[in-house]
């Protein structure tokens, strides 16, 4: 008698915890584009904190007033765009977009109207 294979939810339930013991980060394919932005969730204070440091390392001038990222003038907003260009300019590793837990790491461009997310 054949040995039944593993349900769909069983093997999905294996992978994700895969994933937890890997240290819970994803990777990403060779070659695929990721950006850095503010966690929805992270307080005012840890995003204020980030563009802080961020600001300390890269060139913020692109959130500054008359700039394509200085609108909408919001915290997250403009800590996202900060942080990207720190992740961005620092070898886009994991650990440049951390920011103590309240960076995360995405694969869709995060780019509005002229404001563009760098990705070099």
Request: hydrophobic share 35%; glycine share 6%; charged share 15%.
């Given at each position: 008698?054949?040995a ?9 339930i ?5 994933c ?9 394919a ?21 563009m ?13 007033d ?5 609108i ?7 800590a996202s765009?900060?942080?990207n ?5 620092n ?21 509005y ?7 070099a």
């Amino acid at each position: 008698m054949a040995a039944a294979s593993p349900s769909l939810p069983i093997l999905s339930i294996f992978l994700l915890l895969l994933c937890f013991n890997l240290g819970g980060t994803l990777m990403v394919a060779s070659g695929q584009k990721t950006w850095c932005v503010a966690k929805p969730s992270s307080s005012d204070k840890e995003v204020q904190d980030n563009m802080v440091y961020a600001c300390s390392h890269v060139k913020c001038e692109i959130i500054r007033d008359g700039y394509p990222c200085s609108i909408p003038r919001t915290l997250i907003n403009q800590a996202s765009v900060v942080m990207n260009l720190y992740y961005q300019q620092n070898g886009r590793n994991p650990w440049n977009c951390d920011f103590k837990n309240s960076g995360l790491i995405v694969l869709t461009d995060p780019s509005y109207g002229d404001c563009q997310y760098q990705y070099a």
